[in-house]
């Protein structure tokens, strides 16, 4: 039976069970605070009905009259608890102090009194269930965050009620039937009420916790990847001066190499002729182009992959052009590297235009860099 019950109610996960407690100590202090001034205005009513009727002439000293006055005295302490208990709750912290707890069961307790006795005085004096409607509403909204204490003052009232009802003499007995049918009828669909708006209360703060706990995992997220970013722009700098460093270093040998070819073509000896084609080999050779290649792809990923797959008929010749005019080095270094005139790599570089169907207006450098 108790199973079936909380089946009817939007259960709080075990991870939110902290959190929707000190969600609820802010909502019934808000409760609290608003039943606060509504008792100021309903007791001020009360004040000047009792007034007017006195004035008139209406005697208080009969039973149940003398009995609904008094409940205006259980009304004002009803008042002063709720004053008294919204000055002992915590406003920076959400943990209840010994005395404010004392303090706000005190004034729940009062007002389910209050409640509950005028509602029976009421009905025993004019035959009327509309203050007990009024009353089962009130303490509704006062447990909306508590479907066990609702459900009590529910089944409670509801006992009452019909008891009273039962009890009381009336001249039509289908006029205490069909009371008691409203009774029973009302009450069942207030109860039903309050807890689907507290399911929806519930539901709410539920997605509203999963938002931020979404938020936060996002922003940790956004960190770990600003931190990765940082790191590679960290290597990729790292990469950068090691090819820079490589690329300064095979303009100094290339030039040092150059050198020597061009004062060993000056000497007329048959075996010393033959070392300029050696160290040309050197300039040229596989070796090297495969080692700069693995160097240039670890700053510049993918680029020669990139660039075979939109231009398949490009040489060897083009793809080392190409990649050292990606590092943005002169005419006069590429020469140097390459081991050829500055004129001859300005006809490459006339070639390459072709051969990648730039048009006169376009740029190289910039189409290079680009892909």
Known sequence: MSWSITRLFTRVPYEYIEAFSQHRIQLIRSRIYLLAW??????????????????????????????????????????LTAVY????????TLQLSPKARI????????????LFIRSLLVYKARQSIVFYFVSLIAAQIIFLTDWRPRLTISL????????????????????????LFECTGVTVMLFIASTYFYNTEVQ???NLNVIQQQNQQLGTYAQLLEQEKQQREEELEQRSRELTSYTLQEVKYSRFLEEIRQQIQQESLPDIRRIPAQI???????????????????????????ITGEFPSLSSNDLRLMALLKMN????????ILGISPQSV?????????????KPEDDLESRIRNL
């Open 38 to 79: 509504a008792t100021v205005a309903y007791f001020l009513e009360l004040i000047i009905l009792d007034w007017v009727a006195y004035r008139r002439g209406q005697s208080f000293d009969d039973g149940i009259g003398g009995y609904l006055m008094y409940t205006q005295v259980l009304l004002g302490l009803c008042l």
């Open 280 to 306: 040309t080999t050197y300039l040229h050779g596989e070796d090297k182009w495969s080692y700069f290649k693995d160097v240039f792809e670890n700053v510049h990923p993918q680029f020669f992959e990139r």
């Open 204 to 206: 709410m703060f539920l």
């Open 329 to 336: 080095l002169s005419t006069k270094e590429i020469a140097d």
């Open 103 to 114: 303090a706000y069961y005190a004034n729940i307790t009062l007002t389910c009194l209050y």
């Open 85 to 92: 208990t919204l000055t002992l709750w915590p406003r920076g």
């Open 346 to 358: 300005n006809t490459a570089r006339y070639r390459l235009r072709k051969r990648l169907n730039l």
């Open 156 to 179: 409670v009232g509801l006992l009452s009620m019909l008891l009273l009802i039962y009890i009381t003499p009336v001249a039509n007995t289908d006029e205490k039937t069909i009371r």
